[in-house]
């Protein structure tokens, strides 16, 4: 299992800002990382390069992406770093 730590500075703002309905779908999808944040089964998520780094998004929807990093030992965490809108988000990645 993996820990989960959404970033407060950008994630958590951005979240707080959704109407219940949608804080309550996002929310559900980020917790299901904590088994498997890894792409393949079970969702629509990732691994990109941006800006030289590894980093992994989930689809929420057709609404929302979610952005995140994996650490594995020896903290084994999913750090949730960004949400943003499916325009937004395929700008910042280049889609």
Known sequence: MYE???EVDNALPFLNSL???SQRIVKEHIFRL?????PGEGGDKERLI???YAV???H??????VFYIIFEKPEQKVQVY?????DEAHKYYGR
């Open 50 to 52: 941006i800006d030289g």
């Open 60 to 65: 929420v929807g057709r609404s929302y992406t």
């Open 56 to 58: 992994y998004r989930m």
């Open 82 to 86: 960004a949400i943003k809108t499916i």
């Open 4 to 6: 989960i730590e959404i």
């Open 34 to 38: 904590k088994e498997n944040p890894y």
């Open 19 to 21: 109407s219940d309905k």
